[in-house]
């Protein structure tokens, strides 16, 4: 049941803007770190957007490059595409904000793909924008898509919030497949069996667990 999710996500290693505006050297991208979290629980394929021209080691020059990429609404070369797309039907698609949407190598990567019959569950790792503008972005870029309310983490904070990050995505799982959700009845991913198959009878998850669990990430509806 788990083949058919696919991870996609874009994700820098190396120096990161982390709280306060430090800048910290990590050995994972948040992004790919959140990806690794939701599949190890899950299951599915992960496969990283990569481009051709990698991002220099420093991060302030990386910062100008991301700018002049999205002014000139560039679409930079990616190492490769999903193998196998057909098969795939959810794609749990991640980026970090990059001046207010996805870096442009999503944009590459949207573009390269047909995405009838697929839905995309957005996630997006940030210090402070949240999605930004990246929902309506993505809706222009991939009209054939379902796509689901995406979240936003916290990008310094993802490593230290593997089970929260989990309890949204198997719910975000459970309303790509219509099937209602109840927090406290998640089923562990095991013996390939997906979360939701004998969630059935699970009632529609509540507002205070809404409440209870939005100090980590926000739900947005509404993207203008
Ligand atoms: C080029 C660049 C631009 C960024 N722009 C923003 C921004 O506009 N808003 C924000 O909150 N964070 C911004 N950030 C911080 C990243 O979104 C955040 O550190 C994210 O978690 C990095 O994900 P990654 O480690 O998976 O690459 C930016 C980071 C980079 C490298």
């Given at each position: 049941m788990s083949q058919n999710i696919l991870f996609a996500d874009f994700s820098l290693s190396g120096p990161t803007l982390q709280g306060g505006m430090k800048i910290a050297n990590q050995a994972k991208g948040n992004t790919r770190q959140a990806a690794e979290f939701i599949q190890n629980a899950v299951g599915g394929v992960l496969f990283s957007i990569e481009t051709v021209q990698s991002y220099p080691h420093d991060h302030m020059k990386t910062i100008q490059i991301a700018q002049e990429e999205l002014d000139e609404n560039a679409r930079p070369a990616l190492k490769a595409l999903p193998e196998l797309w057909n098969d795939y039907d959810i794609?749990?698609?991640?980026?970090?904000?990059?001046?207010?949407?996805?870096?442009?190598?999503?944009?590459?990567?949207?573009?390269?793909?047909?995405w009838s019959g697929k839905t995309i569950i957005p996630f997006c790792t940030n210090e402070g924008s949240g999605l930004?503008?990246?929902?309506?972005?993505?809706?222009?870029?991939?009209?054939?898509?379902?796509?689901?309310?995406?979240?936003?983490?916290?990008?310094?904070?993802?490593?230290?919030?593997?089970?929260?990050?989990v309890r949204w995505a198997k719910e975000a799982l459970c309303?790509?497949?219509?099937?209602?959700?109840?927090?406290?009845q998640l089923i562990p991913f095991q013996n390939g069996q997906s979360p939701y198959e004998s969630n059935s009878h699970n009632r529609i998850i509540k507002d205070s667990f809404r409440k209870e669990e939005g100090d980590m990430y926000e739900f947005r509806s509404e993207h203008k």
């Open positions: 794609i749990y698609l991640g980026y970090p904000n990059w001046w207010n949407t996805f870096p442009m190598a999503v944009a590459t990567f949207v573009e390269s793909l047909d930004g503008a990246s929902i309506r972005d993505l809706k222009r870029l991939a009209p054939k898509a379902k796509i689901l309310d995406g979240v936003s983490f916290t990008g310094h904070q993802v490593a230290s919030c593997e089970k929260k990050i309303c790509a497949h219509h099937i209602p959700f109840h927090p406290h």
